[in-house]
């Protein structure tokens, strides 16, 4: 089994910082893009960065220039920097990451997409 630990959400002011981690940990054998998505009550998810197992980012346009998102690929960990933070920044956020594992029966590794449970941040005006 794969799980995806996420951690650093919390209760921060308008314009603060938070940093958001999300580690692989379980039968990985290998991590390919990893990113975090985030979600409001009566919302749908929507994507806020994501990285390619070789380190591009991306990013939604709402974010762009105040988040950054990394990766430790010897800790398969990814993490979202997040800078002057808007109240329009709270919601859930959510990581989520394509891992491989070797399936016991064929010896071969195989690809799923896991998800995080969830951290709630939090932006107070």
């Known amino acids: 089994q794969v799980q995806l630990v996420e951690s650093g959400g919390g209760l921060v002011q308008a314009g603060g910082s938070l940093r958001l981690s999300c580690a692989a940990s379980?039968?990985?054998?290998?991590?390919?893009?990893m990113g975090w998505y985030r979600q409001v009550p009566g919302k749908q998810r929507e994507l806020v960065a994501a990285?390619?197992?070789?380190?591009?980012?991306n990013y939604a346009d709402s974010v762009k220039g105040r988040f950054t998102i990394s990766r430790d690929n010897y800790k398969n960990t990814a993490y979202l920097q997040m800078n002057s933070l808007k109240p329009e920044d709270t919601a859930v956020y959510y990581c989520?990451?394509?891992?491989?594992?070797?399936?016991?029966?064929?010896?071969?590794?195989?690809?799923?997409?896991?998800w995080g449970q969830g951290t709630q941040v939090t932006v107070s005006s």
């Open positions: 990285i390619t197992g070789g380190g591009s980012p």
């Open positions: 379980g039968s990985v054998f290998s991590v390919n893009a």
């Open positions: 989520t990451a394509e891992v491989s594992i070797i399936e016991p029966r064929t010896g071969k590794p195989s690809w799923k997409n896991y």
